[in-house]
C-alpha cells in the first residue's frame, strides 16, 4: 500500500514540476519577446536620431546660404541706390516690395 501512495505522490509532483517548468518557459518566451522589441525599439530611435542630426545639419546649411543670400541682396540694393536708382525702381528691378527693400537696407 505504501508503494502505491508513493507512486501517486511522485506523479503528482513530476505533473506539478511539469506544469511549474511549462509556465516558466512562457514567462521566459514572454522575456524574450519583450527583450526583442526593446531592442527593436532602440535601434528605430536611434535611427530616427541619426535623421535628426542629418536634417539638423541641413537646416544649419540652408539657414547659411539663406543669410548669404540677404548679404548679397543687401549689397546689390547699396549698390543700386548709390548709382541713383530709386526705391521704387529697385523693387521693380528686384521683383521686391519697397518694404522689403527698406528692411534690407
Do not use: P
Not at 544649419?60 to 539663406?66: F, N, R, S, V
Amino acid at each position: 500500500m505504501k508503494s502505491k501512495i508513493n507512486r501517486l505522490a511522485k506523479a503528482a509532483t513530476i505533473s506539478d514540476i511539469r506544469m511549474t517548468m511549462n509556465i516558466e518557459d512562457e514567462i521566459y518566451s514572454e522575456l524574450e519577446n519583450l527583450d526583442t522589441k526593446i531592442l527593436s525599439q532602440k535601434k528605430a530611435l536611434a535611427q530616427k536620431d541619426k535623421q535628426l542630426a542629418h536634417q539638423e545639419e541641413q537646416l544649419a546649411h540652408q539657414e547659411e546660404q539663406l543669410a548669404h543670400q540677404k548679404d548679397m541682396l543687401r549689397y546689390t540694393i547699396k549698390m543700386l541706390v548709390e548709382s541713383g536708382k530709386t526705391l521704387s525702381e529697385i523693387a521693380d528691378n528686384l521683383h521686391l516690395d519697397i518694404e522689403n527693400i527698406k528692411e534690407l537696407m
